[in-house]
């Protein structure tokens, strides 16, 4: 006869810790949100010039040939922008865009204007025209021609069909209009016979979006350097800074977080520098652009100074508030603590204290989801699978909270969570991973959605009901998920702090998973 010895029951202070540490975590990360930020203001709130596509009500694309911006549409919104930008810099003709400059004019504004290039030559030549037409027009209107925009950086044109373009342009329009080509920085270093073709550089300098990400705090020191450089490499040349700017929302990037205070940030010290070297510049961009999520992930969307009601973001002057709604949190901590609160309420005080706890931190963590999917989401479908998803990590949650409160209330559990639900999140988890690990340049991290299930399984796996052995399917995900999670991390240099709270993620419920591994092969040596 084989004595199967008790298992050791282990100390309950770590999930007291644990549980105390998340509800701290919901209270300081929300009011963190809503505290103001002083920030240095900008000399005037008053801009140079400012990119202006009007493609921000839903379903309005560039790409979609039937896509067309009314006179009055662009009247509106020129006669706002007026007010705040000298020139708009726009990037095509067709779609209604050939009417910009004929407005802008009323309303004393120059215009930047694009010629947009791509692959078909038809397609080419129509633009070309159009925008030569509208430069003979309207010369006195026009701060420039910018004959294409990183058609280069997208591999669409050879840089000798690309200066042929720029050369036929500059060969028909007035001599008092300047034509350029704009694309990033490096590409004019890579292509330098192409500055042969232009009257000026026309250079984009995106310190999110370089190959090594620059944080918001050296991001204006970085296009100071580049501009310099830039200056030296093309001596004689003016070089205009075509496009510049930061995003308000979506994935940090490394040190790189594109947050509302950092984009106020960026643009009143990039304004302060231009001011003391008297460049050329142009910002990105007027308006939040819906449509560029679709390429671009949530970031793509959110690089306007003004939203896409035409309201300001935020103010050139005085403190930055990047949630003024952060209350919002507390109020969905609140409502979670009294959802899990009444399920555990025939519990003892002990199970209800811990049951409050929980429900605190799973209300702000799906809050915080909740608030990433307001900017993520771009139609019903997404809409409804984010939700479906918060509502499944909410019960998963809420059945795990109520067998860890019965735990430690020293109450027998009635039941354990099933264990294809826990592989279902293993899973999931690690589904994600791989998008992130192959594909997440521009995916967001669903740290408020995956947090419940995965803090839940954790601490209910450091309390298991009785010693069991895990699933084969369970010990390979848990195996893998650190694996992965640390992949992510690597891949942003250890200086991105979300990818380290995504590996906490991937670390907590696999650990446990393991460890439970570790005691029944012990607990079965021992019985053998």
Known sequence: ?????????????????????????????????????????????????VSYAPYRRPGETPYDAATFISPERIDADLRALSQRFDCVRTYAQGQGLAAVPAIAQRYGMQVLMGIWLGRDPQANAREVAMGIATAKAYPRALRGVIVGNEVLLRGEL??????????????????????????????????????????????????????????????????????????????????????????????????????????????????????????????????????????????????????????????????VVEEPRWWWGWLAGALGAALFGAAAARTRLRGVVASLLAGFAAGAALAWQGRQMAYACRDLFEWSVSIAACLAALATALWLARGIARRLAGIAQESSAPAWLQLGWLFGLAWYDLLLVFDGRYRDFPLGLFALPCVGYALAGWLPARPEMPPAEHRLLACVLPVLGTLVVVQEAGLNLTAWLWLGLNVAPALLVLLAWVQAVHLRAQQA
């Open 158 to 319: 050879a840089p000798q069909a690309l200066a042929g373009y720029v050369r036929q342009v500059r060969a028909a329009v007035p001599p008092s209009v300047p034509v350029s080509y704009a694309d990033v920085w490096e590409f004019w270093l890579r292509y330098r016979q192409m500055a042969e073709a232009v009257d000026y550089l026309t250079i984009h300098i995106l310190p999110y979006w370089e190959d090594e990400p620059v944080p918001p705090e050296h991001a204006v020191r970085h296009v100071a350097q580049v501009y310099a450089r830039m200056q030296q490499a093309f001596p004689g040349k003016r070089v205009m800074i075509g496009e510049t700017g930061w995003p308000s929302a979506g994935r940090p990037r490394r040190a790189a977080r594109a947050t509302l205070v950092n984009e106020a940030r960026y643009l009143r010290q990039f304004l302060a520098y231009a001011a003391t070297v008297h460049m050329p510049y142009n910002v990105i961009e007027a308006f939040d652009q819906p449509w560029k999520r679709v390429q671009e992930g949530t970031v793509g969307g959110y690089w306007g100074i003004f939203d896409v009601d035409a309201r300001p973001k935020f103010p050139m002057s005085g403190p």
């Open 1 to 49: 006869m084989s004595i199967t010895p008790p298992s050791r029951s282990r100390p309950h202070w770590p999930v007291w810790v644990a549980l105390a540490l998340a509800a701290f975590a919901g209270v300081a990360g929300w009011w963190w949100m809503g505290r103001p930020v002083v920030l240095p203001d900008a000399p005037s709130a008053r801009i140079a010039c």
